[in-house]
C-alpha cells in the first residue's frame, strides 16, 4: 500500500473514530435529559401523591366533625347531656378515631412527598452519570482519533513515505 492510501485510510479512520465517539455522546447525552425529565415527573408524582393524602385527612376530619354533631343532636333530642356518660365516652372514642385516620393521613402525605424527592434524587444521579459518560465517550473519540493519527504516521513511514515532524507547526508541513 503506498504513502497515499495510507493517508487517505488515517484521515477517514480518524474521522470515523470521531463520529463514533460523538454519536455515543450523543446517546448517553439523550439518555441523561431524560432521565432529568423522568426525576422532574417522580418529583412532581410524590407531591401529588402526598395532596391525595393531605385530602384524605381532610375528609377524616370532616367525617369525624359530622360523627360528633351526630351524637350530639342525638343525645340532645332525648335529653341527654352530650358531655357526660356513655354519650360523651363515644364522642370521645369517635375523636380519638379520627384524629388517628388524619394522622396516618398526615403522616402518608409526607412519606409520598420523601419518596418522590429520594426517587427523583436517585435518577438525577444516574443522568449525571449519563451526562459524564457523554463526556468521556466525546473525549475517547478525539482520543481514538489521535491514536489512529500516530498509527497512520508510522503507517506512512512504514510505507515509505517521509514526514519531518519539526515543520509541522511552522507551515512547512510534511514531505512526500
Do not use: C
Not at 417522580?42 to 407531591?47: F, H
Not at 409526607?110 to 449519563?130: P, V
Request: hydrophobic share 40%.
Amino acid at each position: 500500500m503506498g504513502p497515499e492510501l495510507t493517508v487517505l485510510m488515517t484521515i477517514g479512520k480518524m474521522g470515523m473514530d470521531v463520529a463514533g465517539g460523538m454519536a455515543k455522546s450523543r446517546a448517553l447525552s439523550s439518555q441523561a435529559v431524560w432521565l432529568q425529565l423522568q426525576a422532574r415527573q417522580q418529583a412532581l408524582q410524590g407531591r401529588s401523591n402526598a395532596i391525595k393524602y393531605v385530602n384524605e385527612g381532610a375528609r377524616h376530619l370532616k367525617q369525624t366533625r359530622i360523627n360528633l354533631a351526630t351524637i350530639n343532636a342525638r343525645g340532645a333530642a332525648g335529653n341527654l347531656n352530650p358531655f357526660t356518660g356513655s354519650l360523651f365516652a363515644l364522642s370521645q372514642e369517635n375523636l380519638s378515631e379520627g384524629l388517628l385516620d388524619y394522622d396516618a393521613a398526615v403522616t402518608n402525605a409526607q412519606i409520598a412527598r420523601e419518596t418522590g424527592t429520594l426517587q427523583a434524587a436517585t435518577t438525577r444521579f444516574q443522568a449525571n452519570q449519563y451526562a459524564s459518560a457523554s463526556r468521556r465517550a466525546k473525549t475517547g473519540g478525539y482520543l481514538a482519533a489521535l491514536g489512529t493519527a500516530a498509527s497512520g504516521a508510522q503507517s506512512y513511514a512504514d510505507a515509505g513515505g517521509s514526514f519531518d515532524f519539526a515543520n509541522v507547526f511552522s507551515g512547512g508541513g510534511g514531505g512526500g
